[in-house]
């Protein structure tokens, strides 16, 4: 149900560490229900998407099936990586080749930073929810897009905002309200 995806999502970006349990038989897809299993697509997978692969892993319910990245050699890596754990996934160079796919509930986004709005706009569009590494976009008219989207097509979006809380980003709020780098515009 719509609940207990929302708060699958908002609990899986905290969920960050090895994956644990081996690989376990599954309904098949002609019978399958989000509501049994819910099953993700991770793009970007040089870096921190491994770490979304691994959080979810970790998931009751929760198995990442495909992985998506335009490098041959990291998506070649990370599947023998992953079938070492007895995780079979599929892999895949363009993120399209995945939404066309019914059997995929959520696609995770954590690939370069200027692909982040577009990505997690179209996943939306094929009906899929998303979770998208920050920044969601780089500017405001992007982020209303997926706002537009999300709501649209009537799916769950989740971002990632740790740090914003940092030390750094409070000072440099401090400098922007103290007027430290002149009037801001954006």
Not at 4 to 16: G, T, Y
Not at 20 to 46: D, H, K, M, T, Y
Not at 147 to 162: C, D, H, L, P, W
């Given at each position: 149900?719509?609940?207990?995806r929302?708060?699958?999502?908002?609990?899986?970006?905290?969920?960050?560490?090895?994956?644990?349990?081996?690989?376990?038989?599954?309904?098949s897809l002609?019978?399958?229900?989000?509501?049994?299993?819910?099953?993700?697509?991770?793009?970007?997978?040089?870096?921190?998407?491994?770490?979304?692969?691994?959080?979810?892993?970790?998931?009751?319910?929760?198995?990442?099936?495909?992985?998506?990245?335009?490098?041959?050699?990291?998506?070649?890596?990370?599947?023998k990586?992953?079938?070492?754990?007895?995780?079979?996934?599929?892999?895949?160079?363009?993120?399209?080749?995945?939404?066309?796919?019914?059997d995929?509930?959520?696609?995770?986004?954590?690939s370069?930073?200027?692909?982040?709005?577009?990505?997690?706009?179209?996943?939306?569009?094929?009906?899929?929810?998303?979770?998208?590494?920050?920044?969601?976009?780089?500017?405001?008219?992007?982020?209303?897009?997926?706002?537009e989207?999300?709501?649209?097509?009537?799916?769950i979006v989740?971002?990632?905002?740790?740090c914003?809380?940092?030390?750094g980003?409070?000072e440099?709020?401090?400098?922007?309200?103290?007027?430290?780098i002149?009037?801001?515009?954006?």
């Amino acid at each position: 149900d719509l609940l207990s995806r929302r708060r699958f999502l908002s609990s899986s970006s905290a969920a960050l560490a090895a994956l644990g349990a081996p690989a376990v038989a599954w309904p098949s897809l002609s019978r399958r229900s989000p509501n049994e299993e819910l099953r993700v697509a991770v793009v970007g997978v040089r870096g921190r998407g491994m770490a979304h692969v691994n959080g979810f892993g970790r998931l009751a319910n929760v198995r990442v099936v495909a992985l998506v990245d335009v490098d041959s050699e990291v998506l070649g890596r990370r599947k023998k990586e992953l079938g070492e754990r007895g995780v079979e996934v599929t892999t895949h160079a363009d993120l399209r080749e995945v939404l066309e796919r019914d059997d995929i509930d959520i696609v995770s986004i954590a690939s370069p930073n200027h692909w982040h709005a577009l990505q997690a706009i179209w996943s939306c569009q094929a009906g899929k929810d998303v979770y998208v590494e920050k920044p969601v976009s780089h500017d405001p008219w992007e982020g209303a897009r997926l706002v537009e989207a999300a709501r649209k097509y009537g799916r769950i979006v989740q971002t990632g905002t740790q740090c914003r809380s940092s030390r750094g980003l409070q000072e440099a709020i401090r400098w922007v309200q103290e007027g430290k780098i002149g009037r801001a515009h954006v």
